[in-house]
């Protein structure tokens, strides 16, 4: 069982920049892929950006050339820097990874990212 924790939300006005962090813990041999999902009041849980054990990135077009992801080097930790923060930005924002032997999708608790105008 893995257990995700992420930190780094917060209030930022539009132009401003944020990174959050995301730390797996628990019983697992391996993480696969790891992810950062984002979901807006009324909305739906929509993919923010993934990184695969070999560092493969991919992002959503809402979000790309704005947003980074990487992986920290013990493969246990996910990033995702943000900058030129929109207001539509504003979301709530999941960290996501996928244990390498179970196949098994894990989910943070969230942290809240407030982007004003």
């Known amino acids: 069982q893995v257990q995700l924790v992420e930190s780094g939300g917060g209030l930022v006005q539009a132009g401003g920049s944020l990174r959050l962090s995301c730390a797996a813990s628990?019983?697992?041999?391996?993480?696969?892929?790891m992810a950062w999902y984002r979901q807006a009041p009324g909305k739906q849980r929509e993919l923010a950006a993934t990184i695969t054990k070999l560092g493969s990135t991919n992002y959503a077009d809402s979000v790309k050339g704005r947003f980074t992801i990487a992986r920290g080097s013990a493969k246990n930790t996910v990033y995702l820097q943000m900058n030129s923060l929109k207001p539509e930005d504003t979301a709530v924002y999941y960290c996501a990874a996928i244990d390498e032997i179970s196949g098994a999708w894990n989910w943070g608790q969230g942290t809240q990212v407030t982007v004003s105008s």
């Open positions: 628990g019983s697992f041999f391996m993480l696969n892929a």
